[in-house]
């Protein structure tokens, strides 16, 4: 199932291209106001998920480089041993560490994450996140639809 690797590296493709672009024409904390409910917001994140432990000093940026890139072998040992007909499991899995890497990419190069996308309701923001977290999530939520399927199916 290596052959879905493609999806890993077009997200990877979409992430650092959207991440130059948006970099290459805002300023830090700049937002753009694109519907009522989404801004285009230039934030670099030095932490994890929600800005987790992104004040922590500068350890975090080498720690969560190295446990993505665990969890990206991980996955690739898991597309290794998948069945043909898992092409589900395969695809959300190729989601998850086209994300990673994308993330990781940004975490070598910079010592932050780029974060564009503000989904917000009034004064309400959601952390912002970029294509490389949507790819993740979309994965992981594949992934959980697989998984508990299988689980419903009788022995």
């Known amino acids: 199932m290596l052959k879905w690797l493609w999806l890993s590296a077009l997200v990877i493709v979409l992430d650092q291209f959207s991440k130059y672009l948006i970099s290459g024409s805002m300023q830090l904390w700049q937002s753009i106001e694109i519907a009522p409910f989404f ?3 230039l934030l670099h994140n030095t932490g994890a ?3 987790f432990l992104s004040g ?3 350890w975090q940026r080498w720690f969560f480089t190295v446990i993505a890139l ?5 996955i690739i040992l898991w597309l290794k041993r998948l069945p043909a007909a898992d092409k589900w499991q395969a695809a959300a899995l190729s989601l998850i560490l086209g994300g990673a890497l994308g993330n990781v990419i940004d975490r070598v190069r910079f010592g932050y994450v780029v974060d564009f996308l503000d989904f917000h309701y ?3 923001h959601w952390p ?9 999530t979309a994965g992981v939520a594949v992934l959980a639809v697989v998984i508990l399927g299988e689980s419903k199916r009788p022995a």
């Open 56 to 58: 922590a000093g500068g």
């Open 70 to 74: 665990a969890v990206s072998a991980v």
């Open 122 to 124: 009034r004064q309400w």
């Open 128 to 136: 912002a996140f970029n294509v490389a977290d949507s790819a993740i």
């Open 39 to 41: 801004n285009l917001t």
């Open 49 to 51: 998920a929600f800005s």
